[in-house]
Nanobody
Framework: QVQLVESGGGLVQPGGSLRLSCAASVSIFGLRYVGWYRQAPGKQRELVATITTGGNTNYADSVKGRFTISRDSAGNTVYLQMNSLKPEDTAVYFC??????????WGQGTQVTVSS
């Protein structure tokens, strides 16, 4: 069982920055990958970024160059640094992890609102 707890969401003006954190109950080095997804009202949940055990990263085209996914050296927390935020980035952001058996775990989500 993997528990994921997100934090760091909030209200920010367009052009601002936020850093989301995802604390895992297990070492993320034992997982296939950890990622961030988001879901805006009335829309499907979409991939934002992932980072694999080997450190390879992947980003949605809409956030490339603005968002950065990273992890701490202890292997318990994954971060999503979000810069140059736009109103269309407003959504609930979810942390996701997949174990070696390809089972997916989800956090409870954290709200990000970009508005002036």
């Amino acid at each position: 069982q993997v528990q994921l707890v997100e934090s760091g969401g909030g209200l920010v003006q367009p052009g601002g920055s936020l850093r989301l954190s995802c604390a895992a109950s297990v070492s993320i080095f034992g997982l296939r990958y950890v990622g961030w997804y988001r879901q805006a009202p009335g829309k499907q949940r979409e991939l934002v970024a992932t980072i694999t055990t080997g450190g390879n990263t992947n980003y949605a085209d809409s956030v490339k160059g603005r968002f950065t996914i990273s992890r701490d050296s202890a292997g318990n927390t994954v971060y999503l640094q979000m810069n140059s935020l736009k109103p269309e980035d407003t959504a609930v952001y979810f942390c996701n992890a997949q174990n070696l058996a390809m089972f997916n775990y989800w956090g409870q989500g954290t709200q990000v609102t970009v508005s002036s």
